[in-house]
């Protein structure tokens, strides 16, 4: 690299023979002196006879190999180093530090404490093309690459050095990278978003994409199946239900239909499922009538919870179920059906539980016989007075309107007229008391 | 004095600040490298002392995050010769520390080894006041200690108490709470030319981090390149660094001499410069690669090519052989050791009951050094290395980083010293009126 380049200021200033392509060895110069420029050329560093004058001149370092031709060789500069005659220089060349500085003279080394130069890597300016030249017959050796850099200054600036440690600090660290980037997108969200129209797309977007979604044929419910006992039931919630098909089945809110499916008297519990295919199932248990309240002018069957089932036309229609009336009697229904259960031997005559001002029970006979019982302790006064009339006294079968139990210590019964009248008159007869 | 006193405690307090924050840079501001290394403090996954691990003087505590190393510039002797270019250096070193360890530092613990260190021995005597030594004794018997003449702006940089002494018993490491009617000391102060530790300080402050602490390279280089028992039974540790060669004389764990050559590499770099007319980069490289200190037959054999930006072809392909470098190094290093043969007879340490000296620091690393510093330091030499501490880069366990890896045993782990102790200003006060109670109750 020196030889050549030590030639260069020389060598640039005078016209080429050949259109200023180099030409080695200077026809000039191989008739000069071996002093140039006042500096005595060392006579080692002349080509040696042999490979004059079309050879390049061989370096005199490494020597050449004892009794070998030493082969031409191409310029040390542009040439690849070989491994093997190169293997002592590896360790002075440091291939990772790149040549700085102009060719030649070295400008200023720089402030690096590695040397600034290699000494045997090639130029790193030197393109193929450059090197093809060469290599093929001393072509211009200068770099065509770009101009070289002032000397280097590892040192950051103060003012580099100051950002840098400002941005080492963890506040303003942490605020760059992510507070100022969300700030920077909630401003522009903003702004965008503080315009009506702006809203009101993406709320239109959302709706379309919403009612897009739930019309998929996936979420369609296209028929209702309901499963009770009577089909009066399933038609009637059926039509309480009042869907109309084929709707999503994002649009069935199960809780409140199953809110409304329980809402029928006749419903004591409602499942809803949307079952595959499409098909909302109603699965209904419906309430059991336990017995039949006169409302009034009206027949209702309740069930054992005093809970009104339905109506009913007349009383004919149910027969087998007991029939109680009066006002708040559904609520006591509980005593009701103990009272029908004590009152067992005597159900064939029995027409009806009749609640008296909603405190205590009559229970109402045929032949207009009536029973009334306690408002405590109504379920054993009744079954004294089945005692009675099932042993060997028969007391209903006998002519007595009302079995009055209504003061358990004290029964009481009231006899018709006929049988009031003979029994003044038997006591009469046996007593001899007057007639009253 | 008392200024001094003052700034010194000040960066007591700054250290034991940052310490408390977690982070603190130490640097080295040598001749040929600044460099700089980041310690955190508290979280340690290091290995924790107890069952088969010794006393790990402080390591524990901390781990270095952050590393950075740059060639210094406008540095001559371990002094500040150009504060830009210096400025310069210490803001890349930190930059690269700061850059590794993600972490910004505003404290940092210096070592430096310019300023002519001197080393003094001085020595007081109190009586104490009550029967066994408080805190306020040794405190006193540290002011009592006779200042020397250190001259004129020159000011104290270590005034370590290495010995107490108890009514003729001597080598006390600490008296607290002995009985006893007499209390002595010994102190080792370092003093330094106090324009130069102004010129670091102020460089540091031009680089917005404040100083927390100063050391001797000296004194932590040996800290870090002697082992323990070295430390104990007496050693030298000489620090050949870029500008200056400093030498430390240790013995119970504690230094009691610490002087500085101004000769180190750089002036070896500097002969083979001149002799061979080369740049100095060059010349260095030479020495780093090639250098030795002995020559042998196969040393006349091999051919280094020293180059030469010149563009002369002649000169530029000049080569010497290795003999020929070795005989330009050869008389520098002898100048060198010869240095420090003198200074080491000036301390005294041929009376040391132990002759062991340690070379250590980057220009202890050529080739041959040892057999030649056992002709003239003695046979007991060894190179020493840092000790090893936790997290350091494997680039950053070379004996040239000896110093700042001592200085960070020295952060972790302070040596007590003069102003660690309150001043016994208050004592003053108090004692016309403990006079007087003394007078009453002996007169009446």
Not at chain 2, 144 to 173: K, M, W, Y
């Amino acid at each position: 690299m020196s030889a050549l380049k030590s030639r260069d200021p020389m060598n640039s200033a005078r016209t080429q023979p050949n259109g200023g392509a180099w030409l080695w060895p200077d026809p000039q110069e191989v008739t000069a002196p071996a002093v140039r420029a006042g500096r005595p050329v060392r006579s080692g560093a002349l080509p040696a006879s042999g490979q004059w004058p079309s050879d390049p001149p061989a370096p005199f370092w490494p020597p050449a190999p004892e009794g070998g031709e030493r082969a031409p060789r191409a310029l040390r500069a542009v040439e690849t180093p070989e491994p093997a005659a190169l293997e002592e220089y590896d360790a002075l060349s440091l291939p990772e530090e790149p040549i700085r500085g102009t060719f030649g003279f070295q400008a200023n080394p720089g402030y690096s404490a590695a040397p600034a130069q290699a000494l045997h890597a090639p130029m790193p300016g030197a393109t193929a093309a450059a090197l093809g030249a060469a290599q093929a017959g001393w072509a211009d050796p200068v770099p065509a690459g770009p101009a070289p850099s002032p000397a280097f200054d590892p040192s950051p600036s103060r003012l580099a050095y100051r950002l840098n440690r400002l941005w080492l600090t963890p506040l303003v660290r942490n605020f760059l990278r992510l507070g100022l980037p969300l700030l920077v997108v909630a401003a522009f969200a903003g702004a965008w978003a503080s315009k009506p129209e702006n809203r009101e797309m993406v709320t239109g977007q959302i709706a379309q994409t919403v009612e897009w979604v739930q019309n998929q044929p996936m979420f369609r419910v296209t028929g209702i199946e309901v499963e009770a006992r009577s089909p009066e039931v399933a038609q009637g919630v059926e039509q309480l239900l009042g869907l109309s098909f084929p709707l999503s089945s994002w649009d069935l809110d199960l809780t409140e239909l199953r809110a409304r499916a329980e809402s029928l008297d006749a419903v004591e519990r409602a499942w809803l499922q949307i079952r595959s295919g499409g098909v909302l199932e109603v699965r209904i248990a419906e309430r059991v009538p336990a017995m039949i309240w006169r409302n009034g002018e009206v027949l209702d069957l309740v069930d054992d919870e005093g809970h009104r089932v339905a109506r009913l036309a007349t009383r004919a229609a149910r027969a087998d179920l007991p029939l109680i009336a009066g006002a708040g009697a559904p609520e006591a229904i509980s005593e009701a059906q103990a009272l029908w259960t004590a009152a067992a031997p005597i159900q064939g005559r029995i027409r009806g539980l009749v609640r008296v001002g909603e405190r205590r029970w009559d229970v109402v006979l045929d032949r207009n016989q009536r029973i009334l019982l306690p408002e405590t302790g109504a379920l054993e006064a009744l079954e004294r007075v089945v005692a009675m009339s099932e042993g060997a006294q028969q007391l209903l079968s006998r002519d007595v309107t009302i079995v009055d139990m209504r003061q358990p210590v004290r029964p009481t019964l009231r006899l018709t007229a006929e049988a009031m009248t003979e029994l003044t008159r038997n006591r009469t007869e046996t007593r001899g008391a007057p007639r009253r | 004095m008392t200024d001094l006193y003052e700034s010194q405690r000040a960066m007591r307090n700054l250290r034991r600040q940052a310490m408390q924050r977690g982070v603190i840079a130490v640097m080295d501001i040598g001749t040929h490298k600044v460099a700089c290394l980041i310690l955190k403090f508290g979280a340690s996954d290091g290995p924790q002392e107890g069952f088969g691990v010794g006393n790990m003087a402080g390591q524990a505590a901390f781990r270095v995050i952050g590393a950075g190393t740059t060639c210094s510039r406008g540095i001559r002797f371990g002094e500040i010769a150009a504060m830009r270019e210096t400025e310069r250096a210490v803001r890349t070193a930190l930059q690269n520390a700061q850059k590794m360890a993600q972490t910004r530092v505003d404290h940092a613990i210096l070592t430096f080894s310019g300023g002519d260190i001197r080393s003094y021995g001085l020595e007081g005597n109190v009586e104490l006041e009550a029967d066994r030594v408080s805190e306020n004794d040794i405190a006193r018997v540290l002011d009592a200690c006779d200042t020397p003449d250190i001259g004129h702006g020159r000011e104290v940089l270590h005034a370590q108490p290495v010995n107490f002494v108890l009514d003729h018993r001597s080598g006390l490491s600490d008296p607290r709470g002995q009985a006893g009617r007499n209390l002595g000391c010994d102190m080792h102060l370092l003093s330094v030319g106090t324009d130069v530790v102004q010129n670091l300080i102020h460089c540091l402050k031009r680089c917005d981090v404040e100083v927390a602490g100063l050391a001797a390279a000296p004194y932590v280089s040996g800290r870090a390149a002697l082992v323990e028992d070295e430390q104990e039974l007496g050693a030298a540790a000489i620090d050949m660094g870029g500008g200056t060669t400093s030498l430390s004389i240790f013995i119970k764990g504690h230094m009691i001499y610490a002087d500085t050559v101004k000769l180190g590499g750089d002036h070896i770099t500097g002969d083979i410069a001149k002799v061979l007319t080369i740049p100095y980069s060059t010349a260095e490289r030479i020495k780093t690669l090639h250098g030795g200190l002995f020559a042998t037959g196969q040393d006349d054999r091999q051919r280094i090519e020293i180059g030469g930006n010149s563009g002369d072809w002649d000169k530029d392909r000049r080569t010497i052989t290795r003999t020929e470098l070795i005989g330009i190094m050869r008389p520098r290093m002898g100048e060198i050791l010869e240095e420090l043969r003198a200074r080491l007879d000036i301390a005294g340490f041929d009376h040391l009951p132990s002759q062991q000296v340690v070379l250590t620091g980057g220009g202890s690393q050529v080739p041959g050094l040892l057999e030649m510093a056992a002709r003239v330091l003695g046979t007991q030499v060894r190179l020493g290395r840092p000790i090893r501490v936790p997290g350091l880069p494997q680039a950053a366990t070379a004996p040239g980083y000896s110093a700042i890896v001592g200085l960070c045993q020295y952060a972790a782990h302070p040596q007590d010293e003069w102003w660690d102790f309150d001043i016994p200003a208050q004592m003053f006060a108090a004692r016309p009126l403990k006079r007087a109670m003394k007078w009453f109750r002996d007169n009446w």
